[in-house]
Nanobody, 117 residues
Framework: QVQLAESGGGLVEPGGSLSLSCAAS??????????MGWYRQAPGKESELVAV???????NYADSVKGRFSISRDNAKMTVYLQMNSLKPEDTAVYYC?????????WGQGTRVTVSS
């Protein structure tokens, strides 16, 4: 498994932007072979997939964030990013970074995002 550390969460007003980062402790070869994703869990709700970028660069988003969020990765820096724009109160959640290699999942500790005026 790979160790993951998220950063960049915080409090933002509706309509604002935040950028999350997830740094992995792995070699570049190993990191580049992982599919990387962002999940979130809002209070009282189940965890949901927000965005994923595969090792081959294929990207998918949850319908709720399409057009507002953007996922990217820098394999040389072993980091995955989530740029969040036009944030809404319903985006409030703890955001978790996930690394998947076949059936093996690794998770970060989460970073809290609060969208409120």
């Amino acid at each position: 498994q790979v160790q993951l550390a998220e950063s960049g969460g915080g409090l933002v007003e509706p309509g604002g932007s935040l950028s999350l980062s997830c740094a992995a402790s792995a070699s570049t070869i190993i990191f580049s072979s992982y599919d990387m994703g962002w999940y979130r869990q809002a209070p009282g709700k189940e965890s949901e997939l927000v965005a994923v970028i595969t090792s081959g660069g294929t990207i998918n988003y949850a319908d709720s964030v399409k057009g507002r969020f953007s996922i990217s990765r820098d394999n040389a820096k072993m980091t995955v990013y989530l740029q969040m724009n036009s944030l809404k109160p319903e985006d409030t959640a703890v955001y978790y970074c996930n690394a998947q290699w076949f059936a093996i999942h690794s998770w970060g500790q989460g970073t809290r995002v609060t969208v409120s005026s």
